[in-house]
């Protein structure tokens, strides 16, 4: 059987559920309703965000490439959670601050996936940043 196997890493834009529990729609949604952004302990933990076209991209170059190993599909940049936030409320232009609570006992202080496979076998990396990104998915969330 001819197979792909992709390692979807953390993606965001248009679509995504406000409800899903994720950090992107989370803060999106709080700083449209002015609320201070929930940072789950001192915010230092990291997470890698690829924009769904750029995802979309790599799926669709792994679908017919001749590569049938393992290949991870994300954004190898990484930002603290609270870049995040600043960026999300800089995307909405409203600055309601975080909120701190208690660490989550099982969140991972990093997620940064290693991309090097799709880079060399499809010719593949994450091109939209973070800014243009999060000013597309905010534009999206106005509009519904």
């Not at 992107?24 to 997470?47: K, N, S, W």
């Not at 975080?98 to 593949?124: F, I, N, S």
Request: glycine share 8%.
């Amino acid at each position: 059987m001819d197979v792909r196997i992709p390692r979807i890493f953390n993606t965001f834009g248009p679509s995504m559920r406000m409800d899903d529990g994720r950090a992107v729609p989370t803060f999106i949604g709080q700083a449209l309703r002015d609320e201070p952004l929930t940072v789950y302990g001192d915010g230092t933990q990291t997470r890698s965000l690829c924009y769904v076209d750029d995802m979309v991209d790599g799926l669709l170059r792994l679908l017919v490439s001749d590569y049938d190993g393992p290949c991870n599909l994300g954004n190898p940049h990484e930002v603290t959670v609270l870049e995040l936030a600043e960026a999300v409320q800089d995307a909405v232009g409203a600055h309601p601050g975080v909120e701190h609570r208690p660490a989550m006992e099982d969140d991972p202080k990093v997620r940064q996936p290693d991309t090097a496979v799709a880079e060399r076998e499809l010719g593949w990396k994450a091109e939209v940043t973070l800014a243009d990104g999060l000013a597309r998915t905010v534009a999206w969330v106005r509009r519904q």
